[in-house]
């Protein structure tokens, strides 16, 4: 699937219940209204569609439990059924194979985070606005969609919200427009996208471009409140664009924003074309300046760059993580290799259990696979030499718009090596002790 071409739609294997491989989707467009006071949301999505290989009885959709009033296949109406979290519509005879198809749902309630091993994902409400978080499987707490992690399509997002808060959204903001105490935001994101990098903030935001030097216009969304600690401690980013460009080629989108919402947040998140912090990653001082690196090099790895099933989240995590050790080399402070040692000394007094290739969903998230990921990518370049490591980098960024595998990836590094690397890939990818460093 290095082409980015999906002739097949295989099913995720983590989250076999979320998604339809029985088809993929080709756009959304989802126009919607939310008022943040009573935490309602109500709109419509409109979903074009390609069927698979062979005739298609039912069109399923993830969606959570939202009241649907309205609902078409190709603009006419169907049979439907809506329970857990399944949306079905199934029309008079099957839909043929390769046959392109839209569905229209109209739907209106309280969107709350989708439960998870991980605690709530997707929509949540903030005490002043809202964010969506959706990794891996909150996407429906907000639209219809098939959400599954090899299923890409582009977005066009309208989004209407009283007059005194901004939407931020993924790609281009198209129009906004004023009107009758609320606002109209259109953002559209043509790159293909997954469904759980799609995103929208609702916040009391001010805006203001970040520093030049950047090769991609870079803007920073902050309450009033947090913006001067906020411009102080992303002062540097335009710089980490710089550095990433040229290590791993050119930034993949036509822009990048990072919004800082006004609650901590455990984790940074990373969305199509931009970067969401909490305030508890804002401190006036660059604390957080790592997490800064491992959000913006998501834009290549694991958003333009996609994994087509979740067992490959190495290959987001493990170059986000290295991304933090390259600019840590490249902007005066420890080098790559020191950072490397102590991964490994970590990593060598816990447990011994992580295959890193394929982590099983319950360790899939674990701090040891971010670690070992930008270690054995350390590995490689030790192994490779900067040239030949760093050639492979940029032809692996280069497949933007691609699903991909660990075989993938390993397939891209050989052809980089003089050497087999079988055996060093083995020990590092498909075993659980960690192997000694060379």
């Not at 977005?155 to 959204?169: D, E, I």
């Not at 929208?200 to 913006?227: C, F, K, M």
Request: net charge neutral; aromatic share 10%.
């Amino acid at each position: 699937m290095a082409n980015g071409k999906q002739a097949a739609y295989p099913q995720d294997s983590y989250f076999p219940g979320h998604g339809d491989p029985r088809y993929r989707v080709h756009r959304y467009e989802l126009t919607l209204d939310y008022r943040p006071a009573p935490n309602r949301l109500s709109g419509s999505a409109r979903i074009s569609c390609i069927n698979g290989p062979d005739p298609l009885p039912e069109v399923v959709l993830d969606f959570a439990e939202f009241r649907v009033h309205r609902l078409l296949l190709d603009g006419r109406q169907v049979r439907w059924t809506h329970r857990a979290g399944k949306l079905r519509l199934r029309p008079a005879r099957p839909l043929a194979p390769g046959q392109a198809f839209t569905a229209e749902v109209g739907y209106a309630g309280n969107p709350r985070p989708q439960r998870s091993p991980w605690g709530g994902l997707g929509w949540e409400e903030l005490t002043d606005g809202a964010l969506v978080a959706s990794q891996p499987i909150g996407a429906p707490s907000w639209y219809p969609c098939n959400d599954r992690v090899g299923d890409r399509a582009a977005y066009l997002v309208s989004m209407t919200a009283p007059a005194s808060y901004s939407v931020v959204g993924n790609g281009r903001l198209l129009t906004r427009t004023a009107h009758a105490g609320a606002t109209t935001w259109v953002w559209d994101q043509p790159a293909p996208t997954a469904s759980y990098l799609t995103t929208v903030q609702i916040g009391r935001y001010l805006d203001e471009p970040l520093g030049e030097g950047s090769p991609v216009p870079q803007t920073l969304h902050a309450p009033q409140r947090l913006l001067a600690s906020a411009r102080h401690d992303f002062a540097r980013q335009p710089q980490m664009a710089a550095l990433f460009t040229e290590l791993f080629g050119p930034y993949p989108f036509g822009e990048y924003a990072v919004v800082v919402v006004d609650e901590d947040l455990d984790v940074p998140v990373e969305a199509q074309g931009l970067s969401v912090f909490g305030a508890n990653h804002v401190d006036g001082f660059r604390g957080s300046e790592r997490l800064v690196a491992h959000e913006l090099a998501h834009q290549w790895f694991g958003n333009a760059v996609g994994i087509a099933d979740w067992r490959h989240i190495w290959l987001n995590e493990g170059f986000a993580k290295y991304a933090e050790w390259l600019w840590s080399e490249r902007s005066g402070g420890r080098p790559a290799e020191a950072h490397a040692a102590d991964a490994h000394a970590h990593l060598a007094a816990l447990p011994q259990d992580l295959v890193l290739a394929d982590p099983g969903r319950k360790l899939m998230f674990d701090d040891r696979l971010y670690r070992r990921g930008g270690l054995v990518l350390h590995e490689l370049r030790r192994l490779l030499g900067d040239t030949g490591f760093f050639a492979l980098v940029r032809e692996w960024a280069g497949r933007r718009e691609a699903v991909v595998t660990t075989a993938d990836f390993t397939a891209c590094a050989q052809r980089h090596s003089a050497v087999p690397l079988d055996g060093f890939f083995r020990a590092w990818l498909f075993q659980g002790p960690l192997p000694q460093r060379s």
